[in-house]
């Protein structure tokens, strides 16, 4: 009965390829969130979902395409990876501010 | 630019010892303050959350919040060493917008 929970939790690919990494929650909530932790563990925000509608894209690469097909589920797709994609990306969800996070995916772009 | 400021670290503290974190955040018009920790290699579960000034206890930890200061800190009481992870520090305008985090303090409770 996992709350959030994101898949793959691993991923690994070369520059230059596409990906996606999927998430869902069962909490209810309305808004879902994408977020990046570098390797000095800095979160940073990148996109914001309430009910299937983007609300906030924190100035990311237009490689970088959120879905979100029903509130339950945002997904991230990932073109032309390049090295500097590397890091872990968390989803999260909230009904008000506090967030519930996923397990998060650890990409590796080699 | 919305910001919130930690000192990364690491903060070592022996077994038993108060843990003292501290965050400032640059946007007055945060209204909700969080502390997350996050062990390596796992997702950030929230500790405290805190909204008015003053402090708020729980358990072992006690969140404070200072607005006229922009501070908000973390004490952390008798320190075991399974305390030792990151503790991120996030402020939020509203219940819209989305959590800014520090950069986080790594703590490292010495046995």
């Known amino acids: 009965d996992t709350a959030v929970s994101q898949t793959p939790k691993y991923l690994v690919t070369q520059m230059g390829n596409d990906k996606s990494i999927k998430c869902e929650q069962n909490?209810?909530?309305?808004?879902m969130y994408w977020y990046k932790q570098d390797s000095k563990k800095f979160l940073k925000i990148m996109f914001s979902y309430n009910n299937k509608e983007l609300i906030i894209n924190e100035t990311v690469p237009n490689r970088f395409s959120p879905k979100s097909p029903d509130k339950a589920h945002l997904n991230l797709h990932i073109n032309s990876l390049e090295l500097g994609d590397s890091a872990v990306y968390f989803c999260?969800?909230?009904?008000?501010?506090?967030?519930?996070f996923g397990n998060g995916t650890r990409l590796t772009v080699t | 630019q919305k910001e919130v400021e930690q000192n990364s670290g690491p903060l070592s503290v022996p077994e038993g010892a108060i843990a003292s974190l501290n965050c400032t955040y640059s946007?007055?018009?945060?209204?909700?303050f969080f502390w997350y920790r996050q062990y390596s290699g796992k997702s950030p579960e929230l500790i405290m959350s805190?909204?008015?000034?003053g402090d708020k206890e729980d358990g072992r930890f006690t969140a404070q919040l200072n607005k006229a200061s922009q501070y908000v800190s973390l004490l952390i009481r008798d320190s075991q060493p399974s305390d030792s992870a990151t503790y991120l520090c996030a402020a939020s305008v509203s219940g819209n917008t989305p959590l800014v985090f520090g950069k986080g303090t790594r703590l490292s409770v010495i046995a």
């Open positions: 946007d007055r018009g945060s209204q909700s």
């Open positions: 999260a969800s909230s009904q008000a501010t506090q967030l519930h």
């Open positions: 805190i909204y008015s000034n």
């Open positions: 909490l209810g909530h309305d808004t």
